[in-house]
Structure formats: structure tokens, C-alpha cells
Nanobody, 120 residues
Framework: QVHLVESGGGSVPAGGSLRLSCTASGYAYGNFYCMGWYRQAPGKAREEVASILIGGGGTSYADSVQGRFTISQGNAKNTVYLQMDSLKPGDTGVYYC????????????WGRGTQVTVSS
């Protein structure tokens, strides 16, 4: 069974930084095609924040985080990071790691999420 585990969430003031980590285990077929980060703010729908093609390295970002967040893959298999700088109160939410076997648009596996809170 595949498990995705996120870490690195926390509370920071506006303008601060956090680095989220995600490690996947239990996937028996090598690397995922794509891994990414989604977030859900209170009362809002979950939205995609960033994604990366594992191996190829191509990245994609939501307009709201472009230039402030950086997604990268780790040296370990199926590990990704999200460096979040210049954080804003609007970035507050639960951040979920996701992994897609065939595409970025429809992840097959999800983590349980890590809370990020940005105070003004």
C-alpha cells in the first residue's frame, strides 16, 4: 500500500518561510510520473499549488504562488519538497502531497496533509 507522508508545516508570520517535505513509500514500480502539492483553506476547495515531473523535472505553479514557492525532487526515490518564501496570510491552509502514476492532473495517491498557518 502506498503511503505519502508530509512534514514541515507550522506557523509563521507574514513574510516568513517554510519548507515542506513529502516521502512516498510502498510503491513497487519505481518512480511516480508526477508529484505535487495541493492546499485547502478553511471553507474553500482544494487547489493545486505546484507539481513536478519526476525524472524530467518539469514544474508547474499556481499563479498565486509563482515566484514565491519552489518545488523540487529529492535524491531519494519519490521524495519532493516545497520551499515556500514570502508567505502571506492567504497561503494558510492544509497542504497535501499527491502522486500521479500517469498524470499530474489526476493524482492516484494522497498524503494526510500538514497545516500551514501564516499570521498577519
Amino acid at each position: 500500500q502506498v503511503h505519502l507522508v508530509e512534514s514541515g508545516g507550522g506557523s509563521v508570520p507574514a513574510g516568513g518561510s517554510l519548507r515542506l517535505s513529502c516521502t512516498a513509500s510502498g510503491y513497487a514500480y519505481g518512480n511516480f510520473y508526477c508529484m505535487g502539492w495541493y492546499r485547502q483553506a478553511p471553507g474553500k476547495a482544494r487547489e493545486e499549488v505546484a507539481s513536478i515531473l519526476i525524472g524530467g523535472g518539469g514544474t508547474s505553479y499556481a499563479d498565486s504562488v509563482q515566484g514565491r514557492f519552489t518545488i523540487s525532487q529529492g535524491n531519494a526515490k519519490n521524495t519532493v519538497y516545497l520551499q515556500m518564501d514570502s508567505l502571506k496570510p492567504g497561503d494558510t491552509g492544509v497542504y497535501y502531497c499527491a502522486a500521479g502514476v500517469f498524470s499530474c492532473a489526476n493524482p492516484n495517491h494522497w498524503g494526510r496533509g500538514t497545516q500551514v498557518t501564516v499570521s498577519s
